[in-house]
């Protein structure tokens, strides 16, 4: 066990659980990744074995058929899968940030629905809010569900869907016309993340579990997934558009049942993603750390290993401090949501330092590599194209000072 990333005060389950996590990371893995991430390839048999070990389950109650876990405790087991490949941890953070909102918001019959099939991951779960034009301002979705008697029709274009195609429930935020009522200004100021003020626009928007087939094309009348969208990183999961044409949904699929809501409810979701983001972003750390420690080591110039240079020393102790401040963020975000408490200011602060700091050591690591790290088929190339997206995941950085200047303003009021 190396010092870094080590945490505090975990439970003998927690300890064996991220023990088998991290040898399912180096045995299956790591091996695969580089091969996977070039050809693209979407990671099935990995998957598949997750779901074998009960990881779609992590956080779902044992009433449902999971685990029952913590917040703590599924962030660090992202840090091992982001550690072996971040795309990996990509496949069930929007999953479940799903799970989690129909946890904590959904209806009883939601609950009893969706739940047991989420965590024996027969069900595999996406989340969507961006739209083509939106940015940062998430009250601006102009995608509309109207009601038509016992059903809503929902038009519009949402986009940056990761799991589009390979998911089967998509929790997706639209603009309900004439639901204003929503869970109070006051609840709705406590998630808001973007430049307006909260107000009408904010209580006019709901979120729909939305059941579909996996794949491309129609995937359910008036639902289609047109393609994938290329990108140069962040390979072998899939980034799509969603576009509805006269989709008929019913209500009883309005999250919580209840409609103006759902602004209050996705960014209580993004809370979780955020530490997933964060989380994510100490794995993939850990890792150009751990190639940059072993190859300073291995490569020699002047007749001794390049490690040995003060130069060279320096970088790689910059490097792991970054990686530890930035997992012991994780952590203390990660437990204050667990406490039941808000952590909007913790996960933004998490999410900000551990994206910056994993861009910093993929960097550090890249130039300690040298000519090797520019070369396709060498580990290091694919971290530092897969980096830059935990920058803007969740929330760009600006988004972040913008949300952690807030709250710091809130606390400290002048008098």
């Known amino acids: 066990m190396t010092r870094l990333c080590d945490t505090a005060d975990l439970t003998n389950v927690q300890r064996d659980m991220l023990?088998?996590?991290?040898?399912?990371?180096?045995?299956?893995?790591?091996?695969?990744?580089?091969?996977?991430?070039?050809?693209?390839?979407?990671?099935?048999?990995?998957?598949?074995?997750?779901?074998?070990?009960?990881?779609?389950?992590?956080?779902?109650?044992?009433?449902?058929?999971?685990?029952?876990?913590?917040?703590?405790?599924?962030?660090?087991?992202?840090?091992?899968?982001?550690?072996?490949?971040?795309?990996?941890?990509?496949?069930?953070?929007?999953?479940f940030i799903v799970a989690y909102l129909i946890q904590r918001h959904g209806t009883p019959e939601q609950q009893a629905k969706y739940l047991p099939r989420l965590a024996a991951g027969e069900l595999t779960g996406a989340f969507s809010m961006s739209e083509p034009a939106l940015g940062s301002d998430v009250a601006a979705i102009t995608t509309s569900a109207t009601r038509?008697?016992?059903?809503?029709?929902?038009?519009?274009?949402?986009?940056?869907?990761?799991?589009?195609?390979?998911?089967?429930?998509?929790?997706?935020?639209?603009?309900?016309?004439?639901?204003?009522?929503?869970?109070?200004?006051?609840?709705?100021a406590e998630g808001a993340d973007d430049e307006q003020a909260p107000g009408a626009r904010h209580r006019s928007l709901t979120a729909f579990l939305i059941e579909k087939a996996p794949g491309f094309g129609e995937v359910a009348p008036g639902l289609t997934i047109p393609g994938k969208i290329d990108k140069m990183g962040y390979k072998g999961i899939d980034t799509t558009e969603m576009l509805f044409d006269g989709f008929r949904i019913g209500a009883e699929e309005v999250l919580g049942g209840e409609p103006g809501r759902g602004f209050y409810h996705m960014m209580d979701g993004v809370e979780v993603g955020r530490v997933n983001v964060a989380a994510r972003g100490v794995g993939v750390a850990h890792r150009a750390f751990e190639l940059g420690a072993a190859y300073a080591q291995e490569r020699k110039t002047f007749g001794k290993p390049i490690a040995e240079h003060q130069a060279v020393l320096f970088r790689l102790a910059e490097m792991g401090t970054k990686v530890e401040?930035?997992?012991?963020?994780?952590?203390?975000?990660?437990?204050?949501?667990?406490?039941?408490?808000?952590n909007d200011l913790e996960a933004g602060m998490a999410k900000f330092l551990a994206s910056e700091y994993c861009h910093d050591v993929v960097e550090d690591?890249?130039?300690?590599?040298?000519?090797?790290?520019?070369?396709?088929?060498?580990?290091?190339?694919?971290?530092?194209?897969?980096?830059?997206?935990?920058?803007?995941g969740e929330g760009t950085a600006d988004i972040q000072r913008m949300i952690i200047g807030r709250r710091l303003l809130e606390n400290y009021a002048a008098r």
């Open 19 to 95: 023990a088998t996590v991290r040898d399912f990371v180096d045995d299956a893995i790591l091996p695969v990744a580089t091969e996977l991430e070039a050809a693209d390839e979407y990671p099935a048999e990995i998957v598949a074995k997750m779901k074998e070990m009960g990881i779609f389950g992590l956080m779902i109650p044992e009433e449902f058929g999971g685990l029952g876990e913590s917040l703590l405790t599924y962030a660090l087991v992202v840090e091992e899968l982001s550690r072996g490949w971040m795309s990996v941890s990509g496949v069930i953070n929007t999953h």
């Open 365 to 392: 690591s890249f130039r300690i590599h040298g000519g090797y790290g520019f070369a396709k088929g060498f580990e290091i190339e694919r971290l530092y194209r897969e980096a830059p997206m935990l920058l803007i």
């Open 325 to 342: 401040a930035a997992h012991q963020m994780v952590v203390r975000a990660a437990r204050l949501k667990d406490s039941g408490e808000r």
């Open 148 to 188: 038509d008697g016992d059903s809503y029709l929902v038009n519009g274009q949402k986009m940056w869907l990761t799991n589009g195609a390979t998911s089967s429930l998509v929790a997706v935020l639209v603009r309900t016309p004439g639901a204003g009522s929503g869970a109070g200004p006051g609840a709705v």
